[in-house]
């Protein structure tokens, strides 16, 4: 493969490093976990946010409230290299850290500040915070990625290759087309496309980018024969890239339909996302799993259901009981994927607690600026409040994902069809023998048609309206209730330990991006 400089707006490397989101953090810090360990020539880029993503803490009633703490990273090598960036007409400094290999074991990634003394205030904030609510902000912090990555890889690095994680990075797209001209850059570029929600595919003024310095040197007709105006940025990447790539079999066909319109983009494959193993999986687990030991797994998932249920009673204040089969949700708060679903039907969720079949834990974190992401979660803070056996938890971070995952014997996963491009929390609750329960969407529709057994399906993927999708889920939760912790449950989750990291785990993953996208 060529020399790859990733570009991605987060990374979620290890829990003291806050530098993510959700699902795009994870992916990346999988990916170049994998990459060192097989020794690829990739180096990321991304930004150093001052107060991460936001921390997500409880007010004085157990609701969710949105906080924010400065970080601090003595681990990260200030490298000497400040570059100048013109944003709205004035020069912006960006510093750049380093993340050296052998700190979390991964390929080396270059982190760019706009939070240093030789800024005004306003372009300190630029990288405060990790997608910003404010829009000119937002398109502020995506040319430093872009543009402020690219003179710093330039600086440091001997690249061939450029791949954007997500649009965000494409003003790197265009500092390559003012120097080099656009088959340069149709030679030298590739693109990830993520969400096929309208949220997931930004789309901003023509001009206003343009004033920004969003296009760098480029002129503006030549701008938007490229992504129209409105400036579509992911149309604008399509057809400056050679090649593209959805996240899962099922994204690749919904993204061809959804770009079928677009003249001159270059070809989109897929190549499904994966999970890094030998960061998310319990060894124990492992271990017992090749044995088919089945007693093992157990007795260590009952250990790891415990450490679990400790949180659980430090957040809540509820003692949960390891004998029952315990349902997580656990993902990014958006409307798409449903975390009011296990609550359609009260009576229904009621009846399955108070029966003791199951109990259940929410987590995830909306978006700081979703106020009605935020009432959702706050609406099943007051649900569960007096629900025995249901709760929420916040601080929904590497750490309490790893936790959920060890300790959950159910992976609930509810997104609407097709909304969901691959998803990854369900495949490294897999590799910990906890069963995924989804509707058909994202990677669920590859694991299904793999191993059909090894795990429990809502739907048909063809009614997908809350109400069908819902009665199926009670049911599918019935059903998993009268099989939990017989000889079956444990046939059924050491199968999944098993099965899971022959597709699923991130070295395959990073071997299909080095063959179908880095050559």
Same mark, same amino acid.
Request: charged share 25%.
């Given at each position: 493969?060529?020399?790859?400089?990733?570009?991605?707006?987060?990374?979620?490397?290890?829990?003291?490093?806050?530098?993510?989101?959700?699902?795009?953090?994870?992916?990346?810090?999988?990916?170049?976990?994998?990459?060192?360990?097989?020794?690829?020539?990739?180096?990321?880029?991304?930004?150093?946010?001052?107060?991460?993503?936001?921390?997500?803490?409880?007010?004085?009633?157990?609701?969710?409230?949105?906080?924010?703490?400065?970080?601090?990273?003595?681990?990260?090598?200030?490298?000497?290299?400040?570059?100048?960036?013109?944003?709205?007409?004035?020069?912006?400094?960006?510093?750049?850290?380093?993340?050296?290999?052998?700190?979390?074991?991964?390929?080396?990634?270059?982190?760019?500040?706009?939070?240093?003394?030789?800024?005004?205030?306003?372009?300190?904030?630029?990288?405060?915070?990790?997608?910003?609510?404010?829009?000119?902000?937002?398109?502020?912090?995506?040319?430093?990625?872009?543009?402020?990555?690219?003179?710093?890889?330039?600086?440091?690095?001997?690249?061939?290759?450029?791949?954007?994680?997500?649009?965000?990075?494409?003003?790197?797209?265009?500092?390559?087309?003012?120097?080099?001209?656009?088959?340069?850059?149709?030679?030298?570029?590739?693109?990830?496309?993520?969400?096929?929600?309208?949220?997931?595919?930004?789309?901003?003024?023509?001009?206003? &980018? %343009? +004033?920004?310095?969003?296009?760098?040197?480029?002129?503006?007709?030549? @701008?938007? $024969?490229?992504?129209? !105006?409105?400036? /579509?940025?992911?149309?604008?990447?399509?057809?400056?890239?050679?090649?593209?790539?959805?996240?899962?079999?099922?994204?690749?066909?919904?993204?061809?339909?959804?770009?079928?319109?677009?003249?001159?983009?270059?070809?989109?494959?897929?190549?499904?996302?994966?999970?890094?193993?030998?960061?998310?999986?319990?060894?124990?687990?492992?271990?017992?799993?090749?044995?088919?030991?089945?007693?093992?797994?157990?007795?260590?998932?009952?250990?790891?259901?415990?450490?679990?249920?400790?949180?659980?009673?430090?957040?809540?204040?509820?003692?949960?009981?390891?004998?029952?089969?315990?349902?997580?949700?656990?993902?990014?708060?958006?409307?798409?994927?449903?975390?009011?679903?296990?609550?359609?039907?009260?009576?229904? &969720? %009621? +009846?399955?607690?108070?029966?003791?079949?199951?109990?259940?834990?929410? @987590?995830? $974190?909306?978006?700081? !600026?979703?106020? /009605?992401?935020?009432?959702?979660?706050?609406?099943?803070?007051?649900?569960?409040?007096?629900?025995?056996?249901?709760?929420?938890?916040?601080?929904?971070?590497?750490?309490?994902?790893?936790?959920?995952?060890?300790?959950?014997?159910?992976?609930?996963?509810?997104?609407?069809?097709?909304?969901?491009?691959?998803?990854?929390?369900?495949?490294?609750?897999?590799?910990?023998?906890?069963?995924?329960?989804?509707?058909?969407?994202?990677?669920?529709?590859?694991?299904?048609?793999?191993?059909?057994?090894?795990?429990?399906?809502?739907?048909?993927?063809?009614?997908?309206?809350?109400?069908?999708?819902?009665?199926?889920?009670?049911?599918?939760?019935?059903?998993?209730?009268?099989?939990?912790?017989?000889?079956?449950?444990?046939?059924?989750?050491?199968?999944?330990?098993?099965?899971?990291?022959?597709?699923?785990?991130?070295?395959?993953?990073?071997?299909?991006?080095?063959?179908?996208?880095?050559?």
């Amino acid at each position: 493969m060529k020399p790859t400089a990733y570009f991605s707006m987060e990374f979620a490397i290890d829990q003291p490093l806050k530098t993510y989101a959700g699902g795009l953090g994870f992916l990346a810090g999988s990916h170049f976990r994998a990459a060192k360990r097989l020794n690829y020539p990739m180096v990321g880029v991304s930004m150093l946010w001052s107060y991460g993503y936001y921390d997500q803490v409880r007010d004085r009633e157990g609701r969710m409230k949105v906080d924010y703490v400065r970080k601090y990273y003595e681990f990260l090598e200030d490298i000497k290299l400040k570059v100048p960036i013109t944003i709205n007409n004035a020069t912006v400094w960006a510093k750049a850290y380093k993340l050296e290999e052998d700190i979390f074991k991964t390929c080396p990634i270059y982190f760019l500040t706009t939070d240093i003394p030789e800024n005004d205030y306003l372009s300190r904030t630029i990288s405060y915070n990790l997608y910003d609510g404010n829009n000119l902000t937002h398109i502020a912090q995506e040319i430093v990625l872009g543009i402020g990555g690219y003179k710093v890889i330039k600086e440091c690095e001997n690249i061939k290759l450029y791949h954007i994680n997500e649009a965000h990075a494409l003003p790197l797209g265009f500092k390559l087309l003012g120097e080099y001209g656009l088959d340069y850059v149709r030679e030298h570029l590739v693109f990830t496309t993520h969400t096929p929600i309208p949220a997931g595919n930004e789309v901003q003024d023509l001009y206003l &980018l %343009k +004033d920004m310095g969003f296009f760098d040197n480029v002129d503006v007709s030549t @701008a938007e $024969k490229l992504g129209g !105006n409105p400036f /579509n940025l992911t149309v604008a990447a399509l057809r400056m890239s050679k090649k593209a790539n959805a996240v899962s079999k099922l994204h690749k066909k919904t993204t061809e339909e959804m770009w079928c319109w677009v003249d001159n983009r270059c070809p989109i494959t897929y190549i499904t996302n994966a999970q890094d193993r030998y960061y998310w999986q319990d060894p124990i687990i492992r271990d017992a799993a090749k044995e088919h030991n089945y007693k093992k797994i157990r007795d260590r998932k009952m250990e790891l259901k415990e450490e679990l249920f400790k949180e659980v009673a430090n957040q809540t204040g509820k003692l949960f009981d390891p004998n029952i089969m315990t349902v997580v949700w656990a993902r990014r708060f958006a409307d798409y994927k449903r975390p009011y679903l296990p609550l359609y039907d009260e009576n229904k &969720l %009621k +009846d399955l607690l108070k029966n003791r079949k199951i109990q259940i834990i929410w @987590a995830g $974190k909306p978006h700081p !600026n979703d106020i /009605n992401g935020q009432m959702t979660f706050n609406w099943i803070v007051s649900k569960t409040r007096n629900l025995k056996g249901a709760a929420i938890l916040t601080g929904y971070e590497l750490n309490l994902s790893n936790l959920l995952k060890l300790g959950s014997d159910v992976w609930l996963n509810t997104p609407k069809r097709p909304n969901e491009a691959s998803g990854t929390s369900g495949m490294t609750a897999s590799m910990n023998a906890s069963i995924h329960m989804s509707t058909l969407d994202g990677w669920h529709v590859e694991w299904v048609e793999m191993y059909p057994n090894n795990s429990f399906t809502i739907g048909d993927g063809i009614h997908t309206d809350d109400d069908y999708e819902a009665k199926c889920m009670y049911e599918q939760l019935e059903i998993a209730s009268e099989m939990y912790d017989t000889a079956d449950w444990w046939k059924k989750a050491c199968n999944c330990v098993n099965d899971v990291v022959k597709y699923f785990d991130a070295e395959r993953m990073v071997k299909e991006y080095a063959s179908k996208m880095y050559c």
